[in-house]
């Protein structure tokens, strides 16, 4: 099992272009995240998943949009670029069972990226 | 709205020396979990340790250990015999008993010296 992986791992990006980041996980996970991470600010959630077909707003979604066509892929989308937008992205995926494993979030390796 | 604290934002320890990561969290919720997460350079995040609010036993995973002080909402990490690869960045991280996002601290970046 690759677990979850993101695409692409680097990219760079001028002001104003568009972008699409993908998630995807192959344990079968109901819901899926997206974070953003940045010095000194920790991970913050951006958009979250509970199920294809629906997805909600985290602490920080403006300038994002999301899909979950397929329960195993969730997609980031920058519409615009902005400099602001410069920062490392993590998804994470986690079952919907409450378990005593605490429905773990696995995460991908993440994505730099930097808008110039 | 939950948050999580993490007062230090770098920390150093010898190696084979004992250190602690300090956490607090605010939130008016009876039940909950609460994590450590490690960022190694690579980036990955990998799970340390977890801890039930309703267990009263500190959660233990080897040469890491939790203090977790419910009533004073403190959920500290205890790393003993420090080892290089331990050095990374520590997240201190927070859900609810639903199946609710992680809310995360800013994170401690800690240096092991030999």
């Known amino acids: 099992n690759a677990g979850v992986t993101q695409t692409p791992k680097f990219r760079v990006l001028k002001t104003g272009q568009s972008m699409t980041l993908l998630c995807a996980q192959d344990m079968n996970h109901e819901y899926m995240y997206w974070y953003r991470q940045d010095p000194g600010m920790g991970l913050r959630l951006i958009h979250y998943s509970v199920g294809e077909g629906t997805t909600a707003k985290g602490e920080v979604p403006d300038g994002y949009n999301v899909s979950r066509l397929k329960k195993q892929n969730f997609l980031l989308g920058l519409e615009s670029a902005a400099p602001s937008q410069t920062s490392v992205y993590f998804c994470?995926?986690?079952?919907?069972?409450?378990?005593?494993?605490?429905?773990?979030?696995?995460f991908g390796p993440g994505t730099r990226l930097t808008v110039l | 709205a939950q948050t999580v604290t993490q007062s230090q934002p770098e920390m150093s320890v010898q190696e084979a020396e004992t250190v602690t990561l300090s956490c607090t969290y605010d939130t008016s919720e009876s039940d909950y979990y609460l994590f450590w997460y490690k960022q190694p350079p690579s980036r990955q995040m990998i799970l340390v340790i977890r801890q039930e609010a309703y267990k009263q036993q500190n959660a233990t995973e080897n040469r890491f250990s939790v203090n977790f002080q419910k009533a004073a909402k403190s959920f500290s990490l205890k790393i003993s015999d420090s080892q290089l690869g331990d050095a990374a960045m520590y997240f201190c991280?927070?859900?609810?008993?639903?199946?609710?996002?992680?809310?995360f601290g800013k994170g401690t970046r800690l240096s092991v010296i030999a």
């Open positions: 994470a995926s986690s079952s919907r069972l409450i378990s005593p494993v605490y429905n773990e979030q696995f």
């Open positions: 991280a927070y859900r609810t008993s639903g199946n609710t996002p992680l809310v």
